[in-house]
């Protein structure tokens, strides 16, 4: 399984990378903001994109819509400090199929994985 971990904070693209290392995923594709997050994504086939909500360049609702616009089904989880009702409901409008609330265990990562992709 190929992820794509995209946030602006390289302290916490570490965390989730950590996490999944624990969860046994090792084959992971790094992005410090969306439109990276986008370049990369059109380089690389992915099987799942857990990306940042607020991010410089391109937030995570723009990666999710422009990654849909592709005609894409990959799934994408956002991972947001901040999981209000209207995010929520905007992210799912956007093609988002889950969200992680920061902070999270590599539990709670592992049961969003579950949902998607056998690790």
Do not use: H
């Not at 602006?8 to 999944?20: E, N, P, Q, V, W």
């Not at 594709?29 to 990306?51: C, F, M, R, S, W």
């Not at 209000?84 to 049961?111: H, M, S, W």
């Amino acid at each position: 399984m190929k992820v794509l971990v995209a946030d602006d904070s390289g302290i916490m693209r570490k965390i989730i990378i950590r996490s999944l290392n624990s969860l046994g995923v090792t084959d992971i594709v790094e992005a410090a903001n969306g439109q990276i997050a986008i370049d990369k994504y059109k380089e690389t086939p992915v099987d799942l994109i857990l990306t940042d909500w607020n991010m410089p360049e391109k937030s995570g609702l723009d990666v999710a819509v422009e990654i849909r616009a592709m005609g894409s089904k990959v799934p994408i989880i956002m991972v947001t400090t901040d999981a209000q009702r209207g995010q929520v409901i905007a992210a799912i409008l956007a093609g988002v199929n889950d969200y992680l609330t920061k902070p999270f265990e590599a539990d709670d990562l592992r049961a969003k994985l579950d949902k998607f992709i056998v690790v």
